[in-house]
């Protein structure tokens, strides 16, 4: 069974700052990999995806992740954040069903 | 049009009420889902339609009902739910379940239920 880990449930930050977001996963098989962002009171929004190829994929909002399968990572980053990025980030893997981690709170004050 | 749209908003409702979910796409997509997501929980995975058969139940018990009336159509049918099923319900859609169809899923905002 697949799982997925977001140990920092907070990361605060400074406005134009980069940030890290961390993910890691643990899969028997073929690994799908996804990052959602969620404003409050919002649905979920697709940042980006991994489904193979290039393992340095780019979104949407200036994020990029890094699939690293040696250390089973999913890092999300940003080198600089804005205001407007203050949202839970949740990262996600899987086939048709998509099993998410606990979230982490991006908090960016000025 | 990339929207997911989900009636109503908020809902508030009794242990004995029966009322439903809805949602709507106008995308074409052929797979829906309903998501139940906790206070500061990640999302679960509750039901999936594919071309407007139940493909996928997440062992979610009978109270819930999903039903998907046509393509573009999902609900939710709730009858007899405890306290402890209030969240928010998420529905979301996908071009399909094959590889790459699947892969980005569109989420409406959501239902806030509140069970008294």
């Known amino acids: 069974a697949q799982s997925v880990t977001q140990l920092d449930s907070q990361v605060p930050v400074f406005e134009e700052a980069p940030v890290e977001l961390r993910c890691n996963y643990s899969s028997s098989v073929s690994v799908y990999l996804f990052w959602y962002v969620q404003y409050p009171n919002q649905g979920l929004q697709l940042l980006l995806k991994y489904l193979s190829g290039s393992t340095l994929v780019k979104g949407i909002n200036g994020f990029e992740a890094e699939f690293n399968k040696s250390q089973t990572s999913f890092h999300l980053r940003k080198p600089s954040v804005h205001i407007s990025d203050t949202a839970e980030y949740f990262c996600a893997a899987g086939f048709q069903k998509l099993v998410f981690g606990t979230g982490t709170r991006l908090l960016v004050s000025p | 049009d990339t929207e997911v749209t989900q009636t109503p908003k908020h809902l508030v409702m009794g242990m004995t009420n029966k009322k439903s979910l809805k949602c709507e796409q106008h995308?074409?997509?052929?797979?829906m889902y309903w998501y139940k997501q906790k206070a500061k929980k990640p999302p679960e995975l509750m039901f999936v339609y594919s071309y407007e058969k139940l493909s996928i139940n997440e062992s979610v018990p009978s109270r819930f009902s999903p039903e998907c009336p046509n393509s573009s159509l999902l609900n939710l049918h709730l009858h007899a739910l405890q306290p402890e099923d209030s969240a928010l319900y998420l529905c979301?859609?996908?071009?399909?379940?094959?590889?790459?169809?699947?892969?980005?899923?569109?989420f409406g905002q959501g239902t806030r239920l509140t069970v008294v």
């Open positions: 995308m074409g997509h052929r797979a």
């Open positions: 979301a859609s996908s071009q399909d379940l094959n590889f790459e169809g699947w892969a980005e899923a569109f």
